[in-house]
């Protein structure tokens, strides 16, 4: 079975600079995806990055970036230029390639506050 | 496009009242799915459907839950009778099964569900 973990609670930030979020996973799979989602207080699930692993190159979303270690089952979130508009929770989670549709693995979250 | 759209987004009723949710998906997602999310449990795959049909619902906690999706551009899921544990906030997403953006879901801005 399929695991993702987040080993950072909580996160504080100062406004500007950079930040980055943690998450390993464990799969015997060779073949999956990987994402970012964000949940500010509204409660509504952001999509933030997405990552194939069959793809080196790690993902980029204007400030968002991964660093995505696939040996190392390791797949990071970089945030560049802090902002509190980013002040969320943020889940990092796992979908295997094929067969199971939907079945996404979420990691318990982490907490990340962007002070002014 | 318009995101997936839920409603009621907040509803509170009392224990044993049949509560139903409603979800509109994406045009053009083959994949419909509902999640829960509670402190206790984190964020939990209850069914999905693909193409209307129910594939996978070994999330559904009991009999109390049901889900249906009679065409493309409609889903509920309804709980009856509810209980206080029932309380959390579900989430309605969707999917293409292909593409460049196939296998990323889209969710919902949430129902938050609160029985007392």
């Known amino acids: 079975a399929q695991t993702v973990t987040q080993s950072q609670p909580e996160m504080s930030v100062q406004e500007a600079e950079t930040v980055t979020l943690s998450c390993t996973y464990d799969t015997s799979e060779n073949n999956y995806y990987l994402f970012w989602y964000k949940q500010p207080p509204s409660r509504q699930m952001i999509l933030v990055i997405r990552q194939e692993a069959y793809k080196q190159q790690n993902a980029t979303e204007n400030r968002f970036s991964v660093n995505f270690q696939k040996a190392a089952k390791s797949f990071s979130l970089k945030i560049s230029d802090s902002q509190l508009g980013d002040t969320a929770m943020y889940f990092c989670?796992?979908?295997?390639?094929?067969?199971?549709?939907?079945?996404?693995?979420f990691g318990k979250g982490t907490k990340l506050s962007v002070k002014p | 496009d318009a995101g997936v759209i839920q409603s009621p987004r907040h509803e509170v009723t009392e224990m044993g009242q049949e509560v139903t949710l409603r979800c509109k998906p994406i045009?053009?997602?083959?994949?419909l799915f509902w999640y829960r999310q509670t402190m206790m449990r984190g964020l939990e795959l209850l069914i999905y459907?693909?193409?209307?049909?129910?594939?996978?619902d070994s999330g559904m906690p009991e009999d109390r839950f049901s889900a249906k999706m009679p065409n493309a551009s409609f889903s509920t899921l309804k709980i009856q009778p509810s209980e206080p544990r029932d309380s959390a906030v579900y989430f309605c997403?969707?999917?293409?099964?292909?593409?460049?953006?196939?296998?990323?879901?889209?969710f919902g801005e949430g129902s938050w569900l609160t029985v007392v």
């Open positions: 045009s053009g997602h083959d994949y």
């Open positions: 997403a969707s999917s293409r099964a292909t593409g460049g953006s196939g296998n990323t879901i889209y």
């Open positions: 989670a796992f979908m295997k390639h094929a067969g199971s549709q939907g079945n996404l693995i």
């Open positions: 459907f693909n193409n209307n049909v129910p594939i996978d």
